[in-house]
């Protein structure tokens, strides 16, 4: 009986080059990390590898190369909305501590004539309060395709587009961490992606270190950014301590660090209830971590749109006391 050698699949090279021990291992370049994303999303993989892929990349710790690559693939297999968006705003880590104040710092913008896009990839973990579940009670309605988002933002709203709407196979990815029981590298690859071309993405990465890489994958795409530890992982500055914004603009990398608004930490809810947040809009309540919140969230977004520092601040105050409080 003769026996023969099965040919090697095409994406073993790439499991290969992150599995091969502790000497042998290595990252892969941006180019080979676009052609492997490429071929996951055209369905060019076993499930074996894909799970392989993705928990070695988890346990390597992705690269600024690597995301730069995955983010190119991406980027190829989509097909851009053609309106104008001027901040794209990923949210995908849902929050346990704090409600997500952010979402009021989107709708001032978006009443005040900024066009926000936001994305995210459903309630993956349990415990966790995501925007999916809040924008009913706050009017904010959720897109079903690109038509509709444009329609949301000709009228001065914020819109919020599923991941499954215009990536399903990122979304299956993302849902496999029921499966493999941890998160994988493309709960940080969805911030890169900014779908609708927006002049400036926020980004922000919980885990210290990580900020720097998704500002340098930024930087190599060419992308506007602003990265920041946000509040239980969401575009949400925490007033409670200085915040360091890692950005980019024109392909250059730039660092500022702002101040705390309070002297010390608050207190967190016991528990969280969403109805606050439409109570604090229409002005009917005030919590007083969730204001600073809501206003050192505005002024990060108002320095990515171009104003300095101090100017955004008081922008961000303006604002927010102007805001139309119906919903």
């Known amino acids: 009986m003769t026996l023969t050698t099965p040919e090697e699949h095409p994406f073993a090279v790439y499991v290969r080059a992150l599995g091969k021990g502790k000497r042998g291992a290595r990252s892969l370049t941006e180019a080979e990390a676009e052609m492997a994303m ?103 309605p959720t897109a079903t395709d690109w038509q509709d988002v444009d329609a949301l933002l000709d009228r001065g ?31 940080s690859l969805v911030r890169l992606l900014n779908p609708s071309q927006a002049r400036c993405i926020l980004q922000s990465i919980f885990h210290p270190g990580y900020q720097e890489v998704h500002r340098e994958a930024s930087r190599l795409l060419g992308d506007d950014s602003i990265v920041i530890k946000g509040e239980g992982g969401e575009v949400e500055r925490n007033p409670d301590v200085i915040a360091h914004l890692y950005g980019t603009r024109g392909g250059e990398a730039w660092d500022e660090s702002w101040p705390a608004l309070t002297e010390r930490r608050q207190v967190k809810p016991e528990r969280l209830d969403p109805a606050l947040l439409a109570a604090t809009w229409r002005g009917e309540a005030e919590d007083p971590y969730g204001r600073l919140a809501v206003i050192a969230t505005l002024a990060v977004a108002l320095r990515a749109l171009g104003q300095d520092q101090a100017s955004a601040q008081r922008e961000a105050e303006r604002r927010w006391e102007a805001r139309d409080r119906t919903l």
Do not use: N
Not at 67 to 84: K, N, Y
Not at 93 to 99: D, S
Not at 159 to 165: E, V, Y
């Open 38 to 140: 490429g071929l996951i999303l055209d369905g060019q993989v076993t499930e074996a590898q894909l799970g392989a892929f993705l928990m070695l990349l988890r346990h390597k710790e992705e690269s600024a190369e690597e995301l730069a690559g995955f983010t190119r693939a991406v980027r190829a297999r989509l097909q851009p909305p053609g309106f104008a968006v001027d901040l794209d705003w990923p949210s995908y880590a849902g929050k346990k501590r704090h409600l997500p104040w952010y979402l009021l710092a989107v709708k001032c913008l978006a009443g005040s004539g900024v066009r926000v896009v936001m994305h995210g990839g459903g309630t993956h973990t349990a415990g966790r309060l995501y925007t999916e579940q809040c924008l009913a009670d706050l009017g904010m």
């Open 157 to 187: 709203q914020p819109a919020f587009l599923p991941l499954a709407a215009w990536m399903p196979a990122l979304q299956r990815m993302i849902d496999l961490k029921a499966e493999l029981g941890l998160r994988s590298p493309i709960h």
